[in-house]
């Protein structure tokens, strides 16, 4: 099982970036998949997730009118779209495989800062 994230990198306060994630080694199109980040403010934090037939996400509070989740089961890839981007969201965003969130990709590193 691999889940490659990508996409992260340093953004303004009110920018846009889209995390890529992308599954390999599993029937992906099986799996519920979630993003979930960690900094050193707020530790591990649940960000948002999709069902496995991508008609159905779930946002934190915080991400709630400004992330997006989605997938493409063709591709074996899960996005994350984030808008409107604030400092509190700097962090580590990993994407999640399964219910058991029991594998995690490496991590990409999104910095919001002016």
């Known amino acids: 099982v691999q889940l490659q994230a990508s996409g992260g990198g340093l953004v303004q306060p009110g920018g846009s970036l889209r995390l890529s994630c992308a599954a390999s080694?599993?029937?992906?199109?099986?799996?519920?998949m979630y993003w979930i980040r960690q900094n050193s403010e707020k530790g591990v934090e649940w960000v948002s997730t999709i069902n496995p037939e991508g008609d159905n996400t779930w946002y934190s509070d915080s991400g709630k009118g400004r992330f997006t989740i989605s997938r493409d089961n063709a591709k074996n890839t899960v996005y994350l779209e984030m808008n409107a981007l604030k400092d509190e969201d700097t962090a580590l965003y990993y994407c999640?495989?399964?219910?058991?969130?029991?594998?995690w990709g490496q991590g990409t590193q999104v910095t919001v800062s002016s």
């Open positions: 080694g599993f029937t992906f199109s099986g799996y519920w």
């Open positions: 999640v495989r399964g219910v058991y969130r029991d594998y």
